[in-house]
């Protein structure tokens, strides 16, 4: 082998181990810096076929979900936040986003399986279609069962009418209401069913954002809408991290240990 030869070579190894180990320094600190993320969780809840699902493709992957599938048991999927962005508080979390499928009036024993996936719950997002009103109703039923607060010694759930806005004021879990379907809502009825989410977002003692989960203008960046979320992710995290609140957890660690034993879907 020339001088010449030897020398290109030399220089090609030379580079090869430079990429090889900035490459690899830079996927092992992303590796860390991703493990290092402190998270919350946000249970997702609403009846079946609200767009639940769809919901949190487009908050998690920022994409209409194309072709939604039934949800077996509970589905997580994981948001990135930026933590009071734009402030030197600035810190990036993951938002987990347990999707958990079921009827809200379903037999104890789904109910029992469901409450597994409420324990150590940080936040609450309310998902109702608001071409349905029978959806709305539901989720007080289904914000108590979360909280622990739907059953009376005897095990008989609360009905609607019966619920006490005094538990939504005390509850210090962050609640978020969100309305589906809003491209379905024609534009003269419109009024009616925003007077009528209003009503609701005030019962939650919640934040309300109406939309189209298969259209992510939405939720566009520095829109209304994307500025609610935000806050509402911030408060979340808020309430975890920087709040020393001992009734923050209260509700769920004295809750019943139920024994997972069978999937379900909605
Ligand atoms: N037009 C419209 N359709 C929606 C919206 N959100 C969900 N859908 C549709 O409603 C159906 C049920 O949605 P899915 O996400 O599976 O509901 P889930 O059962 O609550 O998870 C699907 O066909 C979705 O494409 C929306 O905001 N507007
Ligand atoms: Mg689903």
């Not at 998270?39 to 009846?47: H, M, P, S, T």
């Not at 079921?102 to 029992?112: M, P």
Request: overall charge negative.
């Amino acid at each position: 082998m020339c001088n010449s030869e030897h020398y290109t070579l030399t220089t090609y190894a030379c580079i090869f181990s430079y990429l090889y180990f900035v490459l690899n320094t830079d996927i092992e600190y992303f590796r860390k810096e991703m493990a290092s993320l402190d998270r919350v969780k946000v249970l997702v809840l609403g009846d079946s076929g609200v767009g639940k699902s769809s919901l949190v493709h487009l908050l998690c992957q920022n994409q209409v979900l194309g072709n939604p599938s039934w949800t077996v048991g509970c589905s997580v999927d994981v948001r990135v936040h930026d933590y009071r962005e734009g402030t030197p508080e600035e810190k990036t979390y993951y938002i987990e986003l347990w999707d958990v499928g079921g009827s809200v009036g379903n037999a104890s024993s789904v109910k029992s399986t469901r409450a597994v996936f409420y324990n150590s719950v940080n936040g609450i997002i309310l998902v109702h279609d608001l071409t349905n009103k029978k959806s709305s109703q539901n989720l007080y039923r289904w914000s108590l069962e979360a909280l622990s607060k739907d059953s009376s010694p005897t095990g008989i759930i609360v009905s609607n009418g019966d619920y006490d806005r005094e538990q939504f004021a005390e509850n210090s879990i962050p609640l978020l209401l969100i309305g589906t379907k809003f491209d379905q809502i024609q534009e003269k009825q419109r009024n009616d069913v925003l007077t009528r989410t209003a009503f609701l977002s005030e019962d939650f003692n919640a934040e309300e954002i109406n939309l189209d989960c298969t259209n992510p203008r939405y939720l566009a960046a520095g829109s209304s809408n994307a500025v609610k979320l935000s806050r509402f992710f911030d408060k979340v995290i808020e309430k975890r991290y920087f709040t020393r609140d001992p009734s923050q957890m209260q509700s769920f660690t004295d809750r019943r240990r139920f024994n997972f034993k069978s999937v379900h879907s909605d």
